[in-house]
Nanobody
Framework: QVQLVESGGGLVQSGGSLRLSCAASGSIFRINGMGWYRQAPGKQRELVATITSGGSTNYADSVKGRFTISRDDAKNTVYLQMNSLKFEDTAVYYC???????????????WGQGTQVTVSS
């Protein structure tokens, strides 16, 4: 099995910063893409940022210039540095990883349990 555990969420004031971490563990041969998603109350889950195994990144327009996604393959961990936080960033943030568990196995998506980020106005 593969487990993803997020950490770093919490309460922060507008304009502040927060850094989320997501560590993958279990049966892992190779992690392909990784990403962060979020879901605000009353809204659908949306993509925040993704990063490929080669380090290419993609961001939602709403977070460009403020958020930075990165990964540490030695630790099987993906990070999301969030700066200049706004009230509208308030949501549950979920990490995602596409994981190949063996050389001949197919890759599957795995999700973390989510971590709450609350930005006060």
């Amino acid at each position: 099995q593969v487990q993803l555990v997020e950490s770093g969420g919490g309460l922060v004031q507008s304009g502040g910063s927060l850094r989320l971490s997501c560590a993958a563990s279990g049966s892992i041969f190779r992690i392909n893409g990784m990403g962060w998603y979020r879901q605000a109350p009353g809204k659908q889950r949306e993509l925040v940022a993704t990063i490929t195994s080669g380090g290419s990144t993609n961001y939602a327009d709403s977070v460009k210039g403020r958020f930075t996604i990165s990964r540490d393959d030695a630790k099987n961990t993906v990070y999301l540095q969030m700066n200049s936080l706004k009230f509208e960033d308030t949501a549950v943030y979920y990490c995602n990883a596409n994981v190949r568990r063996s050389f001949y196995g197919l890759a599957n998506d795995y999700w973390g349990q989510g971590t709450q980020v609350t930005v006060s106005s």
